[in-house]
C-alpha cells in the first residue's frame, strides 16, 4: 500500500490521499458516507491496480478519516470540489470513477465535472438523491429546520448524525430528477438483500443516465456493503472490463 500523503487546500483543509502511478485510465475510489480510504473495497481495488501498473487514487473527503476538517461542515459539493483539485493535481489519466453508496451520488457529480477526462464509471448500491428517498416528512423537517439527525448506526456503536447543511447541499445537488447527461460506459452493482439503498435506486438511475453503455447487476444475497469475497471479485472483473 502506497505511503498516506496530504494535499492542503487554500482555505486550510488537508486532504488525506493514496496515489499509485501507472498506465490509464486511473481507477478513483470514492468512499460512502462517514467511511474513508481504509476499507476493504477501496484497500483491494489500491491493491489491484498496484499490481496491475495502474494508476489510482484513494482519499479521506474533510472530516474523515485523516484528513482535517470537522464532519459537521463537510457536503456533497465541497467533497465533490476536494476530489476534483487531487484529479486535478496528481493524475495524468482519464479517470474511471467507483462509487460506494453516497460516494456513488458523488460520483455523477464529479463525472460532470471531469467533462473528457471521464472514461468509465462503476456505482456499488449507489444512493443518489438520499436526502429525498432516505427520510420521512417528520425527519426531513428537523433538517430543513437546522436540525441535526441521529440514527441507529447498523456498523458501530455511536449514532449517525445527519447535519442540515448536508443535508440542503444534497437537496441543491439531486440527480435524477432529469436525463443526467453522461454518455460514458456505466455499470452499476447492488444486492437485492440491501436494507439501506433500495436496489430500485440503480434501475432509476439506470434510466435517468443519457448513456446506451449501461448496466445493472443485482446481487442474489450480501448486504449494503458487498464486501464479501465474492462481490470483490465480481467488482474487479467489472473494473477490468471497463479497462480492457
Known amino acids: 500500500m502506497a505511503e498516506t500523503q496530504f494535499h492542503d487546500l487554500p ?15 486511473a481507477l478513483v475510489f470514492l468512499p460512502g458516507y ?42 456533497l459539493s465541497i467533497w465533490r470540489d476536494e476530489v476534483m483539485s487531487l484529479i486535478g ?18 460520483m455523477l457529480m464529479v463525472a460532470r465535472a471531469l467533462g473528457n477526462r471521464l472514461h468509465a464509471m462503476v456505482g456499488i448500491a449507489a444512493a443518489p438523491d438520499f436526502t429525498s428517498w432516505g427520510y420521512d416528512e417528520a425527519e426531513r423537517a428537523r433538517l430543513a429546520g437546522g436540525e441535526t439527525l441521529l440514527r441507529h448506526n447498523p456498523y458501530g456503536p455511536e449514532p449517525t448524525p ?31 438483500a440491501d436494507s439501506e439503498v433500495p436496489p430500485r435506486i440503480s434501475l432509476d438511475l439506470a434510466d435517468k443516465l443519457y448513456s446506451e453503455d449501461v448496466q445493472v447487476t443485482l446481487i442474489k444475497g450480501g448486504d449494503h456493503r458487498l464486501s464479501r469475497e465474492g462481490d470483490i471479485a465480481l467488482l474487479l472483473r467489472v473494473v477490468q472490463s471497463l479497462i480492457e
Open 11 to 25: 482555505d486550510g483543509r488537508r486532504i488525506a490521499f493514496r496515489h499509485t502511478p501507472g498506465t490509464g485510465p
Open 34 to 75: 462517514m467511511s474513508d480510504m481504509d476499507g476493504t473495497k477501496a484497500t483491494t481495488l489500491f491493491a489491484w491496480a498496484q499490481e496491475q501498473g495502474r494508476e489510482a487514487l484513494l482519499l479521506d473527503y474533510s472530516g474523515c478519516g485523516q484528513s482535517s476538517g470537522d464532519f459537521a461542515d463537510g457536503a
Open 89 to 106: 493535481s496528481y493524475l495524468s489519466h482519464p479517470v474511471l470513477l467507483v462509487g460506494s453508496s453516497m460516494g456513488g451520488w458523488l
Open 162 to 192: 445527519t447535519h442540515a447543511k448536508f443535508w440542503a447541499d444534497g437537496e441543491a445537488n439531486k440527480q435524477l430528477t432529469d436525463t443526467i447527461p453522461l454518455a460514458c460506459p456505466v455499470r452499476l452493482l447492488h444486492s437485492r
